[in-house]
């Protein structure tokens, strides 16, 4: 059986904003594709997410090529035995990140662990575009969301959270100049800033939810004009980059 819906793909789903993102899209009939990079302790939580809607789970290290590859398999081939052939994608939310790199700065920074920030923040977003736009071409109006932070703000740059800040600054970067290169295939590619959310990372003082957190995620994964492409959001507004 061949899927009608749209197919969206999340990275990190198995929790925070990555799992609100999933089940919003399911709420909305969207099939989601939700990974995460440790199945072992991570698919239960996932497959909780069926109550949803239809929910397919598979393994994804968004710094692993070969982990890339294989899900690119999964999705633009028929598996044997599988029900659903999907061969095409319609969301791409990258969502994975990591190291709110509090413990140094600018100038004490230990660049192997900035490396080691950017490689998942910013090389793995550009790694799944580029992977997956044969796929978002086969969409009638993809979109692609990079769930980035008000720390990667131009004028937000002020020597702390060095990995973790200019990691965004770069995924923001590469926002807009995917944007502009896919412009006219009506993939429309756009940063969203969640806010302060109470995860791992945001910690349990944040001022929002994991599901407020998801919203414009979400909005942006959903937006019908194609023309509005190369922005940064917040709460559904354009911030400056």
Not at 176 to 202: E, S, Y
Request: proline fraction near 2%.
């Amino acid at each position: 059986m061949e899927t009608t819906s749209k197919i969206a793909l999340v990275t990190g789903a198995n929790r925070g904003i990555g799992y609100a993102v999933a089940q919003s899209l399911l709420e909305k009939g969207i099939t989601v594709i939700a990974t995460s990079r440790n199945p072992d302790s991570s698919k239960k939580d996932i497959d909780r997410l069926s109550v949803y809607g239809n929910v397919v789970y598979h393994q994804l290290d968004v710094t692993d090529a070969k982990s890339i590859n294989l899900l690119y398999a999964f999705l633009s081939t028929e598996q044997a035995g599988a029900e659903t052939k999907f061969g095409k994608l319609d969301i791409l939310i990258n969502n994975a990140g990591i190291n709110y790199d509090t413990y140094q700065n600018i100038e004490n920074a230990n660049l192997e662990d900035v490396k080691d920030t950017f490689e998942t923040n910013t090389f793995a977003p550009w790694q799944m575009i580029q992977k997956f736009l044969p796929l978002l071409r086969q969409s009638q109006a993809a979109r692609v969301v990079n769930v980035s932070s008000g720390a990667g703000a131009l004028n937000s740059q002020n020597g702390s959270t060095p990995g973790y800040s200019l990691s965004k600054l770069a995924l923001n970067g590469l926002t807009r100049a995917f944007a502009d290169q896919l412009k006219n295939d009506g993939i429309a590619v756009n940063a969203v800033c969640p806010g302060w959310v109470r995860t791992d990372m945001g910690g349990s003082g944040a001022t929002k939810s994991p599901n407020e957190g998801a919203e414009t995620i979400v909005w942006a994964a959903l937006l019908e004009d194609s023309t509005m492409s190369g922005k940064f959001f917040r709460d559904k507004r354009e911030i400056e980059w």
